[in-house]
């Protein structure tokens, strides 16, 4: 039984904090969210700040008492921060230390040195997809603009050919392949297994990132044809460095968690016997945070020492990797929080209703409810988190594959249309020196084929698996 279904069965003797009706449920969530939004694209308001004032004010409007809401806020802040905080902050210290020693670079240029013309869109999926897997999005786009900028330059290649790649390879990392915050919270949040979604992940990621990055690049490219700016070009981490790690060494670091997080997944589903030594050792070392550990470890010695890092050096690293990751996991924390409030309003029983009267499929509701919050916040993150509170009472009943998909359709809904409330459509227009309607024309449209495709893949895997 998974621990979402255990606190479940719990709170079904326990009473909600409001027994407010469907009518005024629907009300009150639609007035917190409508709220959230407001404070985020009017007011500009942190979404941390945004996400606790709306879960107050959700449980206000539903009728429940201040305390009653506070408490069910500050659990949920807790148990979310509890459950995927740490393993934020060590797939950001893995990612520091991807980028300062220059491993990132090794994997870059030995891909490029293998690739030509006609192949360079796919090497750069390749590359993007590899350095994706630890590094959050915005940091991926920054690490690998110097590169997408220097290929269209040196190569007299389209920009859109080279850079539509690339951003496809991390989005489709962000939206769908744990350990990123998206995937973890949803994960988290619905109860899923972190193994079967990631298996998933992966399985939907391969096509997805195909079609809306080498394919669709050759359109987007006669769209919009724009030379490389050269003022973008900024320095690359290693043009520092003397020495910088091996890439067979590298590949392996970064591949690490992925493959003892697959390998646990694999040995349940083969041995399928908590007793038995096999799987009682993979649950262990196979465990989200046991498998990022194991490669911050190891990273510190495959990455660090090759790039002739000291012990301060390396403290360093590690200190500044966690410094950005403050407000993300403030974000995530106030999620959880939201999510909790719902829960307790009684909203997630409401969603379960209304998904059964109105013969919705739960995959589908979920897909919509991320896209609708992505379209209006901008924000991938605040649509996982808040459609994951939604639509986790729909997991209780689902096998361990579909509670993964289902995390997987959330995914792909908070990906839809990224457009100028979006601070990512910023980062890339102003990087490939775009305006706005070319980055509309381009990324915004590459994002929607990413949500389309992953969410229609996902709806049709739940058919046979």
Known sequence: MTRLSVEMLAADTVEPITSAGHAQLGIAVLAGIALIVLLITKFKLHAFLALTIGSLALGAFAGAPL?????????????????????????????????????????????LARASGRTMPWAMVLIASVIGLPLFFEVGVVLLIPVVLMVAKRGNYSLMRIGIPALAGLSVMHGLVPPHPGPLIAIDAVGANLGVTLALGVLVAIPTVIIAGPLFSRVAAR????????????????????????????????????????????????????????QRVFDVVGSPLIALLAAVLVGIFTLGRPAEFTKERISRIVETGLAPIAGILLIVGAGGGFKQTLIDS????????????????????????????????????????????????????????????????????????????????????????????????????????????????????????
């Open 223 to 278: 769209w919009v044809d724009v030379p490389a700016p050269d003022r973008m070009i900024p320095q690359r981490p290693s043009e520092d460095l003397e020495k910088r790690p091996g890439f067979g060494a590298t590949l392996a670091t970064i591949l690490l968690p992925v493959v003892l997080m697959l390998s646990k997944a694999l040995v349940d589903i083969i041995v399928d016997d908590p007793t038995h030594m096999m």
């Open 346 to 465: 009684g909203v997630g029983k409401m969603v379960l209703d209304i998904s059964e009267d109105w013969s919705i499929p739960a995959l589908l509701l979920a897909w919509l409810i991320a896209v609708a919050i992505r379209l209006a916040t901008g924000s991938a993150t605040v649509a996982t988190v808040s459609a994951a509170g939604l639509v986790a009472p729909l997991a209780a009943d689902m096998s361990t594959a579909h509670a993964a998909l289902l995390v997987l359709a959330i995914g792909a809904g908070s990906l839809f249309f990224s457009h100028v409330n979006d601070a990512g459509f910023w980062l890339v227009k102003e990087y490939f020196g775009l305006n706005v309607g070319q980055t509309l024309k381009t990324w915004s449209i590459m994002e929607t084929i990413i949500s389309v495709v992953a969410g229609s893949l996902v709806l049709l895997l739940s058919l046979v698996i």
């Open 67 to 111: 305390d009653k809401a506070i408490a069910s806020f500050t659990t949920g802040l807790g148990s979310t921060v509890a459950g995927v905080g740490v393993l934020i902050a060590l797939g950001a210290i893995l990612g520091k230390l991807l980028a300062d020693s220059g491993g990132a670079d090794q994997i870059v240029d030995t891909i």
